[in-house]
């Protein structure tokens, strides 16, 4: 870690920054604050290793890319689905809609979210991995092009969203239904906390 920049203010009034340019995890962020400003990393997902391991990654990435320009507490995410050991990241085609729906039916899996906040007056970084288990129903291949011409899946780990028409897919979750989303959000408290930062204080 390398010595604090100059010049930067108290933690109590550093802008927080969400490197992000999913909706959602503002939507959420915003359930307790309205005092961020977001901005996209517009970084390669690319890392290696677990699937822990490599959420923590991307994340990190994700608030240093951001930091290089901006200065605050940066909040980084990355969300990937895991099952089997096979990580399922965003479809990049109907097709591969196709074949994560087709995976996830009728069995159970697990969603991890690697959260990141950077401090850049002193460079100090404070990661968690969160985990959240999902059972989904069997699904007819029916229902599954009809959830495909919604178009719902694009964008989305594991092609899925558990707050959109997929809801009527899942018949139970063990976790953080946040973390579902993309962002865990009592995870990410406590991790502002560690950093110096309470918004519910």
Known sequence: MSGARANQPPIDSVKLILASASPRRAEILSRITDEFTVVPSNIIERAEGSPEEQVLALAEAKARTVAIDHHGLIIGADTIVVIDGRILGKPHSREQGWEMLRLLSGRAHDVLTGLCVL???????????????????????????????????????????????????????????????????????????????????
Do not use: H
């Not at 007819?140 to 959830?147: A, I, L, N, V």
């Not at 028409?165 to 579902?180: E, K, R």
């Open 119 to 201: 401090r850049t007056d002193d460079e100090r970084v404070y990661l968690r991995c969160e985990k959240t288990r999902v059972w989904f129903r069997d699904l007819s291949e029916q229902e599954m092009e009809r959830y495909l011409d919604t178009q719902e899946y694009v964008d989305k780990a594991g092609g899925y969203a558990i707050q959109g028409t997929a809801a009527a897919f899942i018949t139970g979750i063990d976790g953080d239904y946040f973390n579902v989303m993309g962002f865990p959000l009592c995870r990410l408290v406590f991790l502002l906390r560690e950093a110096g930062l309470d918004l519910l204080a």
